[in-house]
């Protein structure tokens, strides 16, 4: 990636981390108005710069959180004591006669915090594996996958435009956002020959259609009832859960 495209990446990752804060924040300070409108300036200023990315620098199906949390376990390096051993030539494994099957030697076994139980040779190949995956280029987007990819990246626009002019207790913005959302995966499906965080992404937003059942209006209509008469029957019926469903 070039240093503008990693740059903004990287704001629009901090835009994602203090979006609720800054929410709280201004509610608290400046009531209703304010915390819509920095509402609407975040969505405003998150839709550019994933246009940016999708339409300036081809950067394909974006994930969230844009930048891959670093996992540090397995990209742990290597022990200190494992650095000696390879300098000073000692083997770090060991080959038997006869069943020829690779083992650790003593001498290069690390401390118990760094220590994995696969043989070097395992490990080795899944850190290749994984960084392979991790550096795989975007996939290229056709007319109409650049059009979902844009329709799930204005969406939030839009749905905050359909609450301005309905409100928030009418079902257009809750349908508006639901249909959007629906037609991105839909022109999606097509797209073959995903890499491995491109396909977790579209997992992704596709569990996350379970999460209109929780928004309202049809919260308040139908899924609250339901949801506190399960939780009311746990309660009553099943030991030990009680305290923490009241």
Known sequence: QSLPQQKLLTWLSVLECVEVFAEMGTARVW????????IVLIQLAKAILRLLLLLWYKAGIQTSPPIVPLNREQQQPLH??????NSSGKEQTYVGRRSSRVVRSLQS?????????????????SQSRRAEEMNQPPTPLGLQETIAESIYITRPLLHLLSLGVWGQRSWKPWLLSAVLDISSLSLLSDLKDLNRRERAELRRRTI???YYLLRSPFYDRYSEGRILLLL???ADYVPGVGFVTR
């Open 109 to 125: 076994t690390p401390s118990l915090q760094s220590r994995h139980w696969g043989s070097p040779q395992q490990r080795e190949e």
């Open 31 to 38: 009531g209703e108005m304010g915390r819509w409108t920095i």
């Open 232 to 234: 009311r029957l746990l």
């Open 208 to 210: 996350l259609l379970l």
């Open 80 to 85: 200190p004591q494992d650095v000696e051993d």
